[in-house]
């Protein structure tokens, strides 16, 4: 089967700001890594290529605001990274098949749920929710990866890793699937730092288990189309039977393929820890020899609603475009993400997302009143806050410091518009913040914009002048300011309004 692979060039979001002062220093940022539990380097890769796969999301149903927060953390470390002088190499995955209702081996297949809920086939469902999916990161602005792969366009990547653990020594079989040994890895649950014992005591009974597993935590990498999955909508043939693959395998093949056998960033969330990518460090190790799999693990904690986990019956399960239909901008959302850690629980709130709404309409009121005039930049100020900004990001990616410099770019007396203006191009670049078209969109939704400050002194001096009752040099001056593009509109109490002529 050929591969079907969605590629987007890295230019598909144009960014269009170009920084005033070239940036040629990779940084010594610093990551939290579940790996050794603690913050450390990144050395740039030998190769200058910075290896970063996103697990992504299993295509079953909307994509929530929970989702939206992971995928805005790895959008910003990507341009991080870009920030910093590094070239980035992003693969995000599509899980469309193999996702059971239990992230082990029990339940059933997602996808297979999606269908019978909506009387949709499978693939049905699956094309439906890519598609909200990319709408919703669109929505707020998070760039495409240079490579989005769907699990089903890569079976038989699966199936070459399946059999290279086979040949390793690290599958067997039984009459149900195809297992991974989790006994025959030493190194398994080094993420956790769980012993295995541990995790055979977790493993609920009430569900069902393959009698044949030789220790509970050994993990499917094929299951076959028998017992209760033998009305699987998706199959393949494959060397051990007709069958689906497991949901692990999918992420260490498309890895494997698209960045190679050794990774520098897998990221995840942090429910993936103990289960998902425990087993996918194990299959990708084992099968390619060649550790670590991933240099750094990074893991982006939760996000609940008023308190509570977002589920649908409590119905406080949210999309973007939920937030958009009751009038909120969804970038007040992306801001207000920036303004917790990425390792922090996040507790969303609508009266936050009001504040996080009014604030960064004011620093999009800030930066309009900045591209009115002129002066030039002064590097050094910019070279200042970029120094700054740069602190906060390498410290494990500290948004919330670094969104604090925008008031302090605002108060600052030393510098004039035009520097301001670059410093929030630049910060808002790096942080997906895009002012221009975000000033652009408040001026026409408002239908007004904040007139240049040679208008607004014009407007002064023609007030005056009419008060004091000098219509010659107030005729004189509306008429200058028409030439500008501004009607002058006289109200009540010797007070004027600007009207913007649209030509
Ligand atoms: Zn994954």
Redesign the pocket.
Known sequence: MTAIVLLWPIFYHPNTYIPHIFIDTISSMRLYNTLTHQREILEPPHDGIVKIYC??PTVYDFTHIGHLRKYTFDDVLVRTLKFFGHSVRHVI?I?DVGHLTDDGDNGTDKLEMGAIKTKKTVWEVADSYTKFFLDSLDAVGINRPDVLCKATDHIDEMITMIRALEANGYAYQTSEAVYFDTSKFAEYGALTGQKLSDKKNAVRDSVHTDLSKRHQADFALWFRKVGRFSDHAMSWESPWGVGFPG??I??SAMSTKYLGDKIDIHT?GVD?IPV??TN?IAQSECATGKKPFSRFWVHHNFLNVENQKMSKSLGNFLTIFDLKEKGYEPYSLKFLFLGTHYRSQMNFTWRGLDASQKRLKTLIKSYSSYQADGGDIDDKIVMLYRDKFAAALEDDLNTPSAIALFGSIIDDKNANNQTKKEIFDLLGSTLGIPFGRLAKNLESSSGASIPPNEVINILNERNVAKSQKDYQKSDHLREKLATMGYLVEDIKNGESKLIKINR
Do not use: V
């Open positions: 697990c992504g995955n899980t949901w692990h999918e992420c995840g993936h998902h990518h996918e």
